[in-house]
């Protein structure tokens, strides 16, 4: 019975015809190219990395939006750049293992950015850690350093999903501003607040630095929240992010809240809950990945720098240049000298002291130098009565004459001094303010970046240091 | 014992029964080698044009544009276009998707159609001009191949080209269809077809042809976009005349002596001829749009490019008007009381000199009449605005003093009933468009 139950079965067996080639099993194929071994080189066969470049609109998540793909000769220098501040910095500090086992295994590139309905646009998406689709690529220009940032800041974005997808951070980061995530964070822009531009500014800061998130998108809810601060962290590096901290003030209207004196109301909850979340990404890098933030930061930061190099600061800035002052206002800045804070405070007190018929109190509020005009530096000392409105304060202009040569200036007082309003004004306050005035008179300078003192400043600081002495300079905005 | 047995038996017999192999075998093959075949016979073709294809695309919000496309068979493809001239090169692929698809899979100029971001090349935000770059194939032959765009439904024909001169011509096809059209010197033109009287709307700038008749009484229009390859005027969609279908036109060509285009539908000579009248006049149409004036904007019509007259294109010459935007027919929220009449804008302010017309408005059996009533300003001397504006008023009023009248159709252009194109009608050859403001 068994016997012919298996000559039945057997008997039975049917055969298929498989000799036929299914089309598109296996995938795509096309031509290879330079371009095609180019990703085979850099990333399918170190990372096992998938570039994918060529249209298919199966890749994208949202496939009824018209979306085109991007253009041929921006795939190398894109993903070239990508490995460079990405991959590479990631590595140096954790291994290659690490990146192979954790990056995602795919790479999507379309051209233009997918438009929704509500009026964003979207720059890329991540896919449950298998996918990365990179949008708005056809705009990109290597050159452009914000918008390798803006790429770079998209790459870390979404890595940093993969990370916290296998990793979940702490949930005392969710804990710091529960209240304020929203799903109408797009509606956070530039001109949504106010038809007064500076107003408008001070309104939309508010809006998200002031409640505190690093972007308007880390308002979006608690996970965009945390890797939108890993992204800055590292897109933006470490200056950037104390510059948004130390820029943290209560205002009233136009104005920063000041006492009697001019000292500043600092929002003290913005600032808190801006490094408890720094914080809690620093301690999550290092007690769930072994990963110095720090030191990520600084390559993240080396190697976009290598990428698209900053001209140094002395032939961007002067009349007609991209930069014509610079601003130092020492209660929004953190790590000037010593000495140059010793003469300004000290001319402060003096100014408030003094005579209080002819001054009434005076305070500064900040000094600017001002190169727009060949061969001269204008040294601009704004100051306030404390018992006047906000809005009026006082300039005080001094006027040196500069010999730039490579970088290097000696400024001389001008004699005489213009006569206009500005110039009379710096003659109620000369007196008081000596330390200051003597900080700058016949003192040779370097004009520079303050990387150096201040890591990852460039563009953001541009400073003066004596020449004499490395240990007395400023610096401020620009 | 014998139950069991006959479990046994009927065992044996389902166990016969299930075994019975299909031996069918697909008649017209398997169908992955079918595909493969279709797929490799796409790719020879195309690769196989020695001069290239001409392409000819229509999107879905009715853009045309014209294409030479070489394609090689290591998925490269060098293309230029109307719109961009110089050849560029790019990827495509055919792959098989729910039809067999022909992608171009990397940037290239026929993306910038489709490029949703508006700054890059025009159109809407978010759509651009609803184009395509993934084309299912519909249908071929040796020499034509008929694609559809998956995504936006935009049209896309590809005709083998003949000849290097061929090729170099495929710009300059449309120019010469262009010239015979403009040719024409009156607004209404007529033709017949199949023997039906047809009215022709022709605009080669859109290139889009249409054919009005009466059909018991009732005037039928019917409408296509067309491409010009070589000495055809090839439509999009088949129009029905009568009993005739009509897919293309042929030989076009113009008469200067007698002002009649010449073509050929069919294999029949047609002659397209000069009309001073419409086929069938909306009786209704001037005074709808003289009501839908106080319904516009500021309560008036504008018109961007002024008065077409004896085959001249802005023929007052506002384009000499520094800062000219466009001229108005306006009523009494431009000029107060109970007052109409035409004035130009320029530089986002009312210009002078300007006219009044008399009222009340005058329409009889359909026909509007302008009747000049005050002229204001200046309309003497060399300053632009006059010259302009004197030219208009003659136009307008077939004359320069008070009292003046010239009798215009209106005819409307859109199913909404805001726009009109004014013919004038004593000989059609002068007429002006208007849109609400």
Same mark, same amino acid.
């Given at each position: 019975?068994?016997?012919?139950?298996?000559?039945?079965?057997?008997?039975?067996?049917?055969?298929?015809?498989?000799?036929?080639?299914?089309v598109g099993?296996?995938?795509?194929t096309w031509t290879?190219?330079?371009?095609?071994?180019?990703?085979?080189?850099?990333?399918?066969?170190?990372?096992?990395?998938?570039?994918?470049?060529?249209?298919?609109?199966?890749?994208?998540?949202?496939?009824?939006?018209?979306?085109?793909?991007?253009?041929?000769?921006?795939?190398?220098?894109?993903?070239?750049?990508?490995?460079?501040?990405?991959?590479?910095?990631?590595?140096?500090?954790?291994?290659?293992?690490?990146?192979?086992?954790?990056?995602?295994?795919?790479?999507?590139?379309?051209?233009?950015?997918?438009?929704?309905?509500?009026?964003?646009?979207?720059?890329?998406?991540?896919?449950?850690?298998?996918?990365?689709?990179?949008?708005?690529?056809?705009?990109?220009?290597?050159?452009?350093?914000?918008?390798?940032?803006?790429?770079?800041?998209?790459?870390?974005?979404?890595?940093?999903?993969?990370? @916290?997808?296998?990793?979940?951070?702490?949930?005392?980061?969710?804990?710091?501003?529960?209240?304020?995530?929203?799903?109408?964070?797009?509606?956070?822009?530039?001109?949504?607040?106010?038809? @007064?531009?500076?107003?408008?500014?001070?309104?939309?800061?508010?809006?998200?630095?002031?409640?505190?998130?690093?972007?308007?998108?880390?308002?979006?809810?608690?996970?965009?929240?945390?890797?939108?601060?890993?992204?800055?962290?590292?897109?933006?590096?470490?200056?950037?992010?104390?510059?948004?901290?130390?820029?943290?003030?209560?205002?009233?209207?136009?104005?920063?809240?000041?006492?009697?004196?001019?000292?500043?109301?600092?929002?003290?909850?913005?600032?808190?809950?801006?490094?408890?979340?720094?914080?809690?990404?620093?301690?999550?890098?290092?007690?769930?990945?072994?990963?110095?933030?720090?030191?990520?930061?600084?390559?993240?930061?080396?190697?976009?720098?290598?990428?698209?190099?900053?001209?140094?600061?002395?032939?961007?800035?002067?009349?007609?240049?991209?930069?014509?002052?610079?601003?130092?206002?020492?209660?929004?800045?953190?790590?000037?000298?010593?000495?140059?804070?010793?003469?300004?405070?000290?001319?402060?007190?003096?100014?408030?002291?003094?005579?209080?018929?002819?001054?009434?109190?005076?305070?500064?509020?900040?000094?600017?130098?001002?190169?727009?005009?060949?061969?001269?530096?204008?040294?601009?000392?704004?100051?306030?009565?404390?018992?006047?409105?906000?809005?009026?304060?006082?300039?005080?202009?001094?006027?040196?004459?500069?010999?730039?040569?490579?970088?290097?200036?000696?400024?001389?007082?001008?004699?005489?001094?213009?006569?206009?309003?500005?110039?009379?004004?710096?003659?109620?306050?000369?007196?008081?303010?000596?330390?200051?005035?003597?900080?700058?008179?016949?003192?040779?300078?370097?004009?520079?970046?303050?990387?150096?003192?201040?890591?990852?400043?460039?563009?953001?600081?541009?400073?003066?240091?004596?020449?004499?002495?490395?240990?007395?300079?400023?610096?401020?905005?620009? | 014992?014998?139950?069991?047995?006959?479990?046994?038996?009927?065992?044996?017999?389902?166990?016969?029964?299930?075994?019975?192999?299909?031996?069918?075998?697909?008649?017209?093959g398997?169908?992955?080698d079918r595909l493969s075949e279709t797929l490799t016979n796409y790719q020879t073709q195309l690769n196989g044009a020695q001069f290239g294809w001409k392409g000819y695309l229509?999107?879905?919000?009715?853009?045309?544009?014209?294409f030479l496309f070489t394609f090689n068979d290591k998925n490269r493809t060098t293309m230029?276009?109307?719109?961009?001239?110089?050849?560029?090169?790019s990827s495509y692929r055919l792959k098989a998707l729910?039809r067999p698809t022909l992608l171009f899979d990397?940037?290239?100029?026929l993306?910038?159609?489709?490029?949703?971001?508006?700054?890059?090349?025009?159109?809407?935000?978010?759509?651009?001009?609803?184009?395509d770059f993934e084309f299912a194939f519909l249908s071929s032959s040796a020499d034509t191949i008929k694609l559809e765009g998956t995504?936006?439904?935009?049209k896309l024909i590809l005709i083998r080209s003949k000849s290097a001169?061929e090729s170099?011509?495929i710009?300059?096809?449309?120019?010469?269809?262009?010239?015979?059209?403009?040719?024409?010197?009156?607004?209404?033109?007529?033709?017949?077809?199949?023997?039906?009287?047809?009215?022709?709307?022709?605009?080669?700038?859109?290139?889009?042809?249409?054919?009005?008749?009466?059909?018991?009484?009732?005037?039928?229009?019917?409408?296509?976009?067309?491409?010009?390859s070589g000495?055809?005027?090839a439509?999009?969609?088949?129009?029905?005349?009568?009993?005739?279908?009509?897919?293309?036109?042929?030989?076009?060509?113009?008469?200067?002596?007698?002002?009649?285009?010449?073509?050929?539908?069919?294999?029949?000579?047609?002659?397209?001829?000069?009309?001073?009248?419409?086929?069938?006049?909306?009786?209704?149409?001037?005074?709808?749009?003289?009501?839908?004036?106080?319904?516009?904007?500021?309560?008036?019509?504008?018109?961007?490019?002024?008065?077409?007259?004896?085959?001249?294109?802005?023929?007052?010459?506002?384009?000499?008007?520094?800062?000219?935007?466009?001229?108005?027919?306006?009523?009494?929220?431009?000029?107060?009381?109970?007052?109409?009449?035409?004035?130009?804008?320029?530089?986002?302010?009312?210009?002078?000199?300007?006219?009044?017309?008399? @009222?009340?408005?005058?329409?009889?059996?359909?026909?509007?009449?302008?009747?000049?009533?005050?002229?204001?300003?200046?309309?003497?001397?060399?300053?632009?605005?006059?010259?302009?504006?004197?030219?208009?008023?003659?136009?307008?009023?077939?004359?320069?003093?008070?009292?003046?009248?010239?009798?215009?159709?209106?005819?409307?252009?859109?199913?909404?009933?805001?726009?009109?194109?004014?013919?004038?009608?004593?000989?059609?050859?002068?007429?002006?468009?208007?849109?609400?403001?």
């Amino acid at each position: 019975m068994v016997a012919l139950a298996t000559i039945f079965l057997a008997g039975c067996s049917k055969k298929d015809d498989l000799s036929a080639n299914i089309v598109g099993l296996g995938g795509d194929t096309w031509t290879k190219g330079p371009i095609d071994e180019w990703i085979s080189t850099n990333y399918t066969t170190p990372y096992n990395i998938e570039v994918k470049y060529k249209w298919d609109r199966s890749e994208l998540g949202e496939i009824y939006k018209n979306v085109v793909p991007v253009k041929e000769e921006l795939v190398v220098p894109i993903m070239s750049i990508i490995k460079n501040t990405w991959i590479v910095p990631y590595a140096a500090v954790k291994g290659e293992d690490f990146m192979k086992k954790y990056t995602q295994k795919q790479f999507y590139l379309a051209g233009s950015p997918s438009y929704n309905s509500n009026g964003t646009i979207t720059l890329g998406t991540a896919e449950a850690g298998r996918k990365i689709v990179l949008l708005d690529l056809n705009t990109f220009n290597p050159a452009n350093k914000p918008a390798v940032k803006q790429i770079l800041h998209t790459m870390h974005h979404e890595f940093g999903h993969i990370l @916290n997808q296998n990793i979940a951070v702490v949930s005392d980061y969710q804990r710091i501003t529960p209240s304020d995530y929203t799903a109408t964070w797009f509606n956070i822009f530039r001109g949504a607040y106010s038809s @007064n531009a500076a107003l408008d500014k001070i309104m939309y800061e508010a809006d998200f630095w002031g409640k505190g998130f690093v972007t308007p998108y880390s308002r979006s809810n608690k996970d965009d929240d945390f890797v939108e601060t890993l992204s800055t962290l590292l897109e933006g590096g470490q200056a950037n992010f104390d510059n948004i901290i130390n820029n943290l003030f209560v205002y009233d209207g136009l104005y920063i809240k000041r006492n009697g004196k001019g000292v500043y109301e600092q929002n003290t909850d913005a600032r808190a809950k801006l490094l408890k979340k720094k914080s809690i990404v620093v301690a999550y890098m290092k007690d769930s990945w072994g990963i110095d933030l720090t030191d990520l930061q600084t390559r993240t930061q080396a190697a976009i720098e290598a990428q698209s190099a900053t001209a140094d600061f002395n032939s961007l800035l002067g009349p007609g240049k991209t930069y014509g002052t610079i601003t130092i206002n020492p209660q929004k800045l953190s790590g000037l000298s010593t000495k140059f804070l010793t003469a300004y405070n000290t001319a402060n007190t003096t100014l408030q002291a003094g005579n209080p018929q002819t001054n009434k109190g005076y305070y500064i509020d900040n000094i600017s130098l001002i190169f727009t005009a060949a061969n001269k530096v204008t040294l601009r000392v704004n100051f306030m009565d404390p018992t006047a409105a906000l809005g009026v304060g006082f300039n005080g202009d001094f006027d040196y004459n500069i010999n730039n040569v490579n970088g290097v200036i000696t400024m001389a007082y001008a004699t005489p001094q213009p006569t206009t309003t500005t110039y009379g004004n710096a003659r109620v306050i000369e007196p008081y303010i000596t330390t200051l005035l003597a900080y700058f008179n016949n003192q040779e300078f370097n004009i520079r970046w303050v990387d150096d003192i201040i890591p990852q400043s460039k563009s953001i600081f541009g400073g003066l240091v004596k020449t004499t002495d490395a240990t007395s300079y400023l610096f401020g905005t620009l | 014992m014998m139950k069991k047995h006959l479990l046994y038996i009927l065992l044996f017999t389902l166990v016969l029964g299930a075994c019975k192999k299909d031996t069918t075998e697909p008649v017209i093959g398997n169908v992955d080698d079918r595909l493969s075949e279709t797929l490799t016979n796409y790719q020879t073709q195309l690769n196989g044009a020695q001069f290239g294809w001409k392409g000819y695309l229509l999107t879905d919000n009715e853009k045309p544009a014209t294409f030479l496309f070489t394609f090689n068979d290591k998925n490269r493809t060098t293309m230029s276009a109307d719109y961009r001239t110089a050849p560029a090169e790019s990827s495509y692929r055919l792959k098989a998707l729910q039809r067999p698809t022909l992608l171009f899979d990397s940037y290239s100029t026929l993306h910038l159609l489709a490029d949703p971001t508006s700054s890059v090349f025009g159109g809407a935000t978010a759509s651009g001009y609803y184009s395509d770059f993934e084309f299912a194939f519909l249908s071929s032959s040796a020499d034509t191949i008929k694609l559809e765009g998956t995504f936006n439904k935009s049209k896309l024909i590809l005709i083998r080209s003949k000849s290097a001169a061929e090729s170099a011509a495929i710009f300059t096809a449309l120019n010469n269809v262009t010239d015979a059209a403009s040719k024409i010197r009156t607004y209404f033109k007529r033709t017949t077809i199949g023997g039906i009287e047809c009215e022709v709307k022709w605009d080669p700038i859109a290139q889009v042809l249409s054919f009005s008749y009466l059909e018991s009484g009732n005037l039928k229009t019917v409408t296509s976009n067309y491409y010009v390859s070589g000495p055809v005027v090839a439509l999009y969609d088949p129009l029905v005349i009568g009993t005739t279908t009509i897919k293309q036109i042929s030989d076009i060509t113009y008469d200067a002596a007698s002002f009649i285009v010449n073509a050929n539908v069919n294999g029949n000579p047609i002659q397209i001829k000069e009309a001073i009248t419409p086929l069938k006049l909306d009786v209704n149409a001037a005074q709808r749009w003289y009501n839908q004036m106080f319904a516009n904007s500021n309560g008036t019509w504008v018109s961007d490019k002024a008065f077409h007259a004896g085959g001249v294109d802005d023929f007052c010459n506002f384009k000499n008007v520094a800062g000219y935007q466009n001229l108005w027919y306006a009523g009494p929220t431009v000029f107060g009381g109970t007052s109409e009449g035409l004035i130009a804008f320029v530089s986002n302010a009312l210009g002078a000199p300007y006219v009044l017309s008399r @009222n009340p408005f005058g329409i009889n059996a359909g026909i509007a009449r302008f009747t000049l009533g005050t002229n204001a300003g200046t309309f003497t001397g060399t300053a632009p605005i006059a010259l302009a504006m004197n030219a208009a008023r003659n136009l307008l009023y077939g004359g320069a003093t008070v009292g003046s009248a010239q009798d215009w159709y209106l005819i409307p252009t859109s199913d909404d009933g805001k726009k009109y194109d004014m013919v004038r009608v004593s000989d059609a050859q002068a007429w002006i468009s208007w849109r609400p403001r």
